[in-house]
Nanobody, 123 residues
Framework: VQLQASGGGLVQAGDSLRLSCAAS????????MAWFRQAPGKEREFVAG???????YYADSVKGRFTISRDNAKNTVYLQMNSLKPEDTAVYSC??????????????????WGQGTQVTVSS
């Protein structure tokens, strides 16, 4: 599966952005999808995931502000980010795979990755 992420940019605190990740695979609907982010000097961290069932999972730091969704007809997963904070600044990457439920937050459970898209939130 090839993934293409887009939608990053420079915004001010409190603004919104929507990231998109388009997949090449026709079996997109059978994959779990996730967004991870990595800030300078920090390890990559889980942001949000959505299983093929549609169930959503979020990091505590973004719960209530970010929403992950998928459009299986368009082979695309989205990350709507509201009320952005400077600490959300990072390179955001999408990933696909078939993790079991207990590993959905683990980057090692995903085997396809898109290139990152930079999100910068100024204070």
């Amino acid at each position: 599966v090839q993934l293409q992420a887009s939608g990053g940019g420079l915004v001010q605190a409190g603004d919104s952005l929507r990231l998109s990740c388009a997949a090449s695979s026709g079996t997109f609907s059978s994959y779990s999808m996730a967004w991870f982010r990595q800030a300078p000097g920090k390890e990559r961290e889980f942001v949000a995931g959505i299983r093929w069932t549609g169930h959503e999972y979020y990091a505590d730091s973004v719960k209530g502000r970010f929403t992950i969704s998928r459009d299986n007809a368009k082979n695309t997963v989205y990350l709507q980010m509201n009320s952005l904070k400077p600490e959300d600044t990072a390179v955001y990457s999408c990933a696909s795979g078939r993790p079991i439920l207990s590993t959905i937050r683990n980057s090692s459970a995903y085997n396809s990755w898109g290139q990152g898209t930079q999100v910068t939130v100024s204070s």
